[in-house]
């Protein structure tokens, strides 16, 4: 690491002033986006202020002015609302071009910047929760003031408040005072359209928020929210595993707009009485790109849990575990054998890549249906690695396939199953 990334690291995490066009010089051969962002002009109706780089400069440093005003936001809030600041428009100089009416358009530049943004947060080592809250702002830094004005307060449908609903979604992704502060910098940091009637509209967003209860809630507050372990005790239960698994399989109905209200929560356990029984189904899912270390982790540390793989069934299947003839057959089958194994009340693991959060949603809708417990374990590890791995395999895979992987992997969230383990490198100690 050179002496330059460790500066750039360093005032970061410590919340100072970041000269970009200091480090775009300074960090060329570590760094590219930045001279990138520096020769990617922008449509003069929403940022007449000139280039990507200078944009971005100057919603860091209105997001500095929004930290020291609201010295409340945690630490957490703090470094992810200036980190996310910094690569919120990173995918913009691969996507932008113009049109031949002379607009600047930029197709598809949020999902190609969450690929390039999960490089850069590997380069500065920085940890996974602050990664994940990180992606999910750039994910979402648009989206409270476009609540605002797509969702009729209060609209309520089949006893559910559907505004509720969503916000309390989005609570469960992200720190709302983290996506206000970072949204207010990206509008105040630019000269262009619409910004007072923007701002108005998240001034909207935030008291909506404090409506619902929902402005300071971090994800172990939101499961409470739903029931507590105290409530779970004075139903039996006191086993902790158990405890975890019903409060969240309760939080996920609410995800899902089935249960809002407490009197709709006990109203569930009460007519599904077998949500409180003893599961002994579990489903591990693996989560990483090929050559990450999935399939070793997995012989090493569950070497007693049925294992279902879709490299087994496609050589199966088809003699040749490479075959990618008919990946929805070799799917189907896994899923059914998922199936089998959960109602049958054993702990089973899934090993696939499960990049996709709509792949891996549907082995988690087969433990849902028997209550099962449910683990993600996600290899949070720099392409780097993994390609280096892979040249240690016996069968290996090529090198842009896995590269393809790392470029669509969706990083799970914490919401997404009872428990998520990370495997990943250890971070810098700077942003500790």
């Known amino acids: ?17 970041v000269d970009l066009n200091y480090y775009k010089q300074a960090l060329e051969s570590e760094f590219i986006e930045l001279r990138q962002m520096s020769e990617c002009q922008q449509d003069n ?9 200078i944009h971005t400069q100057m ?49 598809g530049h949020l999902d190609l910047g969450l690929s390039l943004a999960k490089k850069i947060l590997f380069l500065l080592k920085v940890p996974f929760d602050i990664q994940e809250h990180v992606l999910r702002l750039i994910l979402r830094h648009m989206t409270a003031y476009r609540m605002v004005k797509r969702i009729a307060p209060n609209l309520t449908f089949n006893g ?22 970072l949204t207010r910098a990206d509008w105040l940091g630019r000269i262009g359209s619409n910004i007072d009637q923007t701002l108005s509209q998240l001034e909207i967003f935030c008291s909506r928020a404090k409506h619902y209860d929902l402005w300071n809630y971090s994800y172990k507050t939101l499961l409470d929210s739903v029931i507590s372990f105290e409530e779970l005790v004075s139903l039996g239960v006191n086993d902790i595993k158990e405890q975890k698994r019903i409060q969240y399989w309760l939080f996920s109905l609410s995800l899902r707009g089935r249960i809002q209200t407490r009197e709709q929560v006990f109203d569930y356990i ?62 189907q089958e896994c899923h059914s054998d998922l199936e089998k194994a959960l109602k049958a009340g054993k702990k089973v ?12 949603n549907i082995a988690i809708q087969l433990a849902f249906n028997y209550y099962a417990h449910t683990t993600i374990v996600f290899f949070d590890l720099p392409l780097e690695i993994s390609l280096e791995r892979n040249k240690q395999r016996s069968r290996q895979v090529s090198e842009a396939i896995i590269t393809r992987f790392f470029n669509e992997l969706e990083v799970p969230s914490f919401t997404e199953a009872q428990e998520l383990k990370v ?7 700077a942003w500790e």
């Open 45 to 53: 109706i929403w940022h007449s202020e000139g280039n990507v780089l």
């Open 160 to 181: 559910i408040n559907v505004e509720q609903k969503k916000y309390f979604r989005l609570a469960s992704e992200l720190s709302l005072p983290a996506l206000y502060h």
């Open 1 to 17: 690491m050179s002496e330059e990334l460790k500066s750039f690291i360093y005032k970061l995490s410590k919340l100072e002033f």
């Open 270 to 331: 009460n007519t599904h009485k077998e949500i409180l029984s003893p599961q002994t189904a579990h489903l591990y899912i693996m989560v990483g790109v090929p050559g990450s270390g999935k399939s070793t982790w997995v012989e090493n540390y569950l070497p007693k849990v049925e294992l279902v793989s879709s490299d087994k069934k496609r050589e199966e299947l088809f003699n040749d575990v490479t075959c990618q003839a008919d990946n929805k057959k070799v799917f």
């Open 423 to 429: 495997i990943s490198s250890p971070p810098d100690p």
């Open 349 to 360: 693991a899934f090993d696939a890549t499960n990049t996709k959060f709509n792949y891996r």
């Open 59 to 107: 919603v860091m440093d209105k997001c500095l002015s929004e930290i020291l005003n609201n010295p409340n936001l945690s630490r957490k809030d703090q470094i992810s609302i200036y980190l996310a600041a910094l690569l919120h428009d990173i995918g913009k100089p691969l996507t932008t071009y113009t049109t031949p009416n002379n607009r600047v358009v930029l197709p």
